[in-house]
C-alpha cells in the first residue's frame, strides 16, 4: 500500500480565494485591468515601499531588477551559491559575468565576512562586482545593513532575492521596504508563503527603477500623452526592448486574498518550526538556525546531518527511506556553481567550501500552514527510524 504522501510545502486555497479570481473572471478585464494595480499597492503599502511591480515569476523580477540597474555585458553580478539557478541566471540574461560569495555557517546566507574579503581582492584587480545580489534563504534575512554599508563604500547596487520572506522582518522592519536594497523581489511560486500560481514582484524606492521595470515587462512600451494628442489616441512606442512578464489580473486577484492571511500563514510555520525543534532535539543532526536581529518566516525548514549520519547510513538512504515512506523531502540547494552550465564557465567543486558541506548534509523537512501535527509527528518518527 502506497502511503499518504507529505509534501515538502504546499499552497493553501479557500473558498475566498476560488471567489476573488472567479470575479475577474466574469469581469471585463483578464489581463492589465484594476487588480493587478491594486495587488502592489497592497504589497507596497504591508512593506513600507515606494513602488511595486507585479509580473509572472520571481526569476521576471530578477530580470527586471537587473536591467533596470544597467546590468550589462562586461559587468559582473555576486551572489550566493546556495540558491535556486534563477539568482545568478538573471545577470547572465543580461551577457553579464556571473560570480558567487560563500555562505555563512549558521545562516546560510552570504556571509558578509567573506564578502568583505572578496571585494577587497576585487578592488585590488579592478573587478568589482556591478550588482550583488543577495539572497533570504529559507525566508530569514540576510544581514543587510552590512551588505549596504558595503555597497556604498564599494558601489555596487544591492538586489534582495526575498523570493522566500515576504512576511519576514529584519531589524524590526518589514522586508521588502528597501531600506538596505535597490530592489526587492518576492515569490508568489505555490510553495511560497503566499501564492498567485506563479507571479513574482519586484519593490524599490526609486519612482525612475519602478517606471523602467514596468516598462520593460510590457515590451519596452509606453503611451505619451503629448504624442498621443498630435498622433491620436491609439499611439504607443516602443522605446526600447522589452518582455512579456506581466501579470494577469486572475494572479492578482488570488494573491491579494492570500495577502490578506500572511499573518496567519507565517505564524503557522513559526509554530512549526518550533515544534520541529522540539520534536528533534537530541537527534544527531543539526536545526536551522534563530537569529535575533531576523525573524524567518520559515519558508524551508533544512536540517543537517551529523558525520556520523554521513558515514552510516548516509544522507542519500536517509532520504530514500524518507520518500519510501511518503515524506517528500527535498534538498535545497545544490550549490549554483555546481551545475554542469556553470562549471562550463570554470567553476568547479572546492570553490565555495562551505555552501558545499551544507548541501552534502541538508535535507529539507515538510514545513506549510496545513501540515497537522499528526504530519508532523509522523515525519520525525520516520526521520528517527531512519538515522537508527
Known amino acids: 500500500m502506497i502511503p499518504h504522501v507529505i509534501p515538502y510545502g504546499r499552497q493553501d486555497i479557500r473558498d475566498e480565494d476560488v471567489a476573488a479570481v472567479e470575479a475577474v473572471l466574469r469581469s471585463d ?28 515569476s520571481a526569476t521576471s ?41 560563500d555562505i555563512e555557517q549558521n545562516s546560510l546566507n552570504l556571509d558578509p565576512a567573506a564578502l568583505t574579503a572578496k571585494l577587497e581582492r576585487a578592488e585590488k584587480a579592478g573587478a568589482l562586482p556591478k550588482i550583488v545580489v543577495a539572497v533570504d534563504f529559507a525566508g530569514l534575512s540576510c544581514e543587510m545593513a552590512a551588505i549596504r554599508a558595503l555597497a556604498d563604500r564599494y558601489g555596487f547596487r544591492v538586489i534582495e532575492d526575498a523570493s522566500h520572506a515576504i512576511g519576514g522582518r529584519y531589524q524590526g522592519e518589514a522586508i521588502g521596504n528597501c531600506r538596505h536594497a535597490d530592489i526587492t523581489v518576492f515569490s508568489f511560486h505555490p510553495v511560497k508563503i503566499i501564492t498567485t500560481g506563479e507571479g513574482g514582484m519586484a519593490l524599490c524606492n526609486d519612482a525612475e527603477l519602478a517606471e523602467r521595470m514596468a516598462r520593460l515587462r510590457s515590451h519596452g512600451i509606453q503611451r505619451d500623452v503629448t504624442t498621443q494628442a498630435a498622433e491620436g489616441p491609439w499611439y504607443y512606442e516602443q522605446t526600447e526592448l522589452g518582455f512579456n512578464y506581466r501579470m494577469t489580473d486572475m494572479q492578482a486577484a488570488l494573491g491579494l486574498s492570500q495577502l490578506a492571511r500572511l499573518d496567519d500563514y507565517v505564524a503557522a510555520r513559526r509554530r512549526l518550526a518550533d515544534r520541529y525543534d ?4 537530541g ?13 524567518s518566516v520559515w519558508h524551508l525548514y533544512v536540517i543537517r546531518l551529523d558525520d556520523a549520519v554521513l558515514a552510516r547510513p548516509g544522507r542519500r538512504a536517509v532520504f530514500e527511506h524518507l520518500r519510501a515512506a511518503g515524506i517528500g523531502v527535498n534538498v535545497h540547494y545544490i550549490p549554483v556553481h555546481l551545475q554542469p552550465d556553470y562549471r562550463r564557465l570554470g567553476f568547479a567543486p572546492g570553490y565555495f567550501p562551505v555552501a558545499e558541506d551544507y548541501y552534502a548534509r541538508a535535507i529539507t523537512l515538510p514545513l506549510y ?4 501535527d499528526a504530519e508532523q509527528d509522523r515525519v520525525v518518527a520516520e526521520l528517527k527510524e531512519a538515522l537508527a
Not at 522540539?278 to 532535539?281: H, K, T
Not at 500552514?369 to 497537522?372: A, D, K, M, R, V
Open 29 to 56: 478585464w483578464l489581463t492589465q485591468g484594476p487588480i493587478v494595480p491594486r495587488f502592489e499597492e497592497a504589497v507596497a503599502a504591508r512593506c513600507g515601499a515606494g513602488h511595486a511591480v507585479a509580473v509572472n
Open 61 to 101: 523580477a530578477l530580470h527586471l531588477a537587473c536591467l533596470a540597474l544597467d546590468l550589462k555585458p562586461g559587468d559582473t553580478l555576486w551572489t550566493t551559491p546556495n540558491t535556486f539557478v534563477a539568482s545568478a541566471n538573471c545577470g547572465r540574461y543580461c551577457g553579464a559575468s556571473v560570480d558567487f560569495v
Open 278 to 281: 522540539r520534536l528533534l532535539a
Open 283 to 295: 537527534l544527531p543532526l543539526q536545526t536551522p538556525r534563530r537569529d535575533a536581529a531576523a525573524e
Open 369 to 372: 500552514p496545513g501540515l497537522s
